[in-house]
């Protein structure tokens, strides 16, 4: 990599993510959140259970909120490109742990840190379709995830009131200032420690219908407002 690329980075990594957080933070206050089912997710935690939210790639935007909300530091796997160098420190000042890898790359490591990471705070987070797609295609690491974890698997469903859309792989979306967001908890999902290929198959076709089906409705939420 050439010098002005590495100085480039050095830049970005010391000095952009403190401005980016910021920047965020300020942005966030602008912005009505209303929450739907959490007392169903807080009880599980408060017995002691795991909880794994997931959701698209596309809406994570909506995670900011989620570290303060329940007073928790999630575990969240972030690739180990350069650009989730970034987003990794961003993500470490919003109160969420990031763990490195990919299915792509260093995943075998990471899973083993995502499992020890939620035995010892109980709560992670997933990008189902992430880092690069393809979008709204849950991969396989949501579930073996949750079995290696002994994690319920909870379905996060953001919608935005007036988002902007940006033209990135998935149509990445954020909420325009002033406006209001929906995050929705869906029902947790137990996967079982054991299963065969079709059983494990038949739980991630469920779930990234479910996610489908639930992201429609919640959507829909403002039209009825």
């Known amino acids: 990599m050439s010098i002005k690329k590495e100085i480039k980075y050095f830049i970005i990594r010391n000095f952009l993510t403190f401005f980016a957080y910021y920047a965020l933070s300020l942005y966030t206050k602008t912005i009505r959140v209303k ?14 259970g795991r909880v794994l939210a997931c ?30 160098d970034f987003v990794a420190d961003v993500a470490r000042r919003m109160g969420f742990i990031p763990v490195r890898g990919s299915s792509s790359r260093g995943g075998k490591k990471a899973l083993q840190q995502m499992i020890a990471g939620m035995a010892e705070n ?3 987070g997933h990008i189902v379709d992430g880092p690069t797609g393809p979008p709204r295609i849950v991969k ?13 698997i909870c ?14 792989w998935d149509s990445f979306i954020v909420p325009k200032p002033f406006s209001r ?17 079709d059983r494990f198959e038949d739980i ?10 639930g992201y429609e409705e919640a959507d829909s939420y403002w039209k009825k407002d």
């Open 55 to 84: 959701s698209w790639h596309q809406r994570f935007f909506g995670g900011f909120y989620l570290p303060r909300r329940f007073d928790q530091s999630p575990c969240i796997m972030i690739s180990q490109s350069r650009d989730g």
């Open 35 to 48: 929450l739907e089912n959490e007392e169903m997710l807080r009880e599980h935690l408060k017995n002691n």
């Open 181 to 197: 967001v929906l995050i929705r908890f869906g029902s947790l999902e137990f996967v079982s420690e054991e299963m065969d290929t």
């Open 140 to 152: 396989p690491g949501l579930v073996t995830l949750a079995q290696k974890s002994g994690a319920a």
């Open 204 to 213: 991630r076709l469920s779930i990234e219908g479910k996610l489908i089906k």
């Open 122 to 124: 109980r709560l992670g």
């Open 155 to 168: 379905p996060v469903y953001v919608s935005y009131e007036k988002p902007f859309i940006f033209n990135s």
